[in-house]
């Protein structure tokens, strides 16, 4: 049985890809094979060392302790692109929200506790206040054109709005579906100084955290609107208050509240609801969910943040190896030569490596039994080895 750990409420749609045959699924499991986690922070955790994969039902890692499951090798899987959708349509709402100042119109009516006539006249008088700005014709900056940014970025543009765009690291995939009016931005500093609304679309790393700071704020645009439903982390929230008070920021729409800038009424924050849909819950579980099974049964590697893209069709009546590894010279050399030394015939081999990391699957004829296995365990560099025996297409 292989045990799966859940650190937050996941879609049952995708617990239920578990078959109860083979899995126990549960929040409190000792020992588990696989994590299974949203935004839980487990940076403290102490993490047992049964664990083979953690799968991140959602997008961003910067709650998984990456490089430490890296040196352990084990793969940290995410959802590419699954919760997608429901962000861009929170962002869209952010951004008519803060077009047309919403909260604030709302907020001004629910505190009127006249009669209905008087109501009548202050919502009248009242109204000027709350002068909005209509899209078509303005300009919104996206930063970071990945799986939502390109979907932020297409939907303005069809709203007539004018969009730069700005992702160095923009995967050709990502390029093609790109809406063609858009325009690339050189850099971070141009498309602030271009835009009257910003949303921000990049992942929490070193290089991010408080990509928008003081300096930055200063290049933006008299009275734009900056939307952050990335991470709070990438934005500093004090210039960002201050340049709200100066009249320098109309808006900053977020999805991350803090006890500073909740009751600001400039501010806009949700409850971290960005990828919060049935939709999204359900396609993030399920992708996590299918890809755990694919390792643990089968040792194929899709959609990991650490580790290479690594798929390799069961070979009939093979027995698998999967070997996690430094990514160092003459690897696959000692490992097949270790095999060969057991007199084990290679059937199929994959090797493959991303950064520090390499793996290899190796389908070997006839069972290998534990002296084998120990013996690759003890080559300098191999981080973990797993055995599948009798190794085949897992079942749906
Ligand atoms: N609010 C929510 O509920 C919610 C939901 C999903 C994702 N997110 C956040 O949004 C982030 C992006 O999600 P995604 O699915 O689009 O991820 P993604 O990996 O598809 O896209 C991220 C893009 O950012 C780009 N990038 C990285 N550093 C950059 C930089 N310095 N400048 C410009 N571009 C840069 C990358 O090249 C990539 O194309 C996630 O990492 C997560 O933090 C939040
Ligand atoms: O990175 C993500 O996918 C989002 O922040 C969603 O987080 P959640 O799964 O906790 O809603």
Redesign the pocket.
Known sequence: MYRIQTLNNISPLGLDRFPRNLYEVASELSRPDAVMVRSADMHGLDLDDTIKAIGRA?????NIPVDRMSERGVPVFNA??A??N??KE?VLAGLFLAARNIVQAWDYVQKLDDSEPGLKKKVEAGKKQFKGVELPGRTIGV????????KVANTARDLGMNVLG??????VS?AWRLHAGVEQALS?DELLSRSDFVSI?????E??EN?IDAKRLRLMRQQAVLLN???AE?VDEAAVLEALDADKLSSYVC??PTMASKNHPKVVSLP?????TDE?EDNCAVMVADQIRDYLEVGNVRNSVNFPETIMPPTDGAHRICIVNANVPNMVGQISSTLARHELNIADLINKSRNQIAYTLVDVDTEADEAVLEEIRGIEGVLSVRYLNAVSERSS
């Open positions: 959602g997008a961003g890692v910067n590419p692109g919760n997608a429901a962000v929170l930063v970071g054109l990945g799986a939502i940014g390109v700005y992702d160095p690291g923009i995967t990502n971070v679309h990049v992942p929490l790393v290089a991010t990509l439903f990335s991470r990438i999805d991350f971290h609801l960005g990828a919060s999204a």
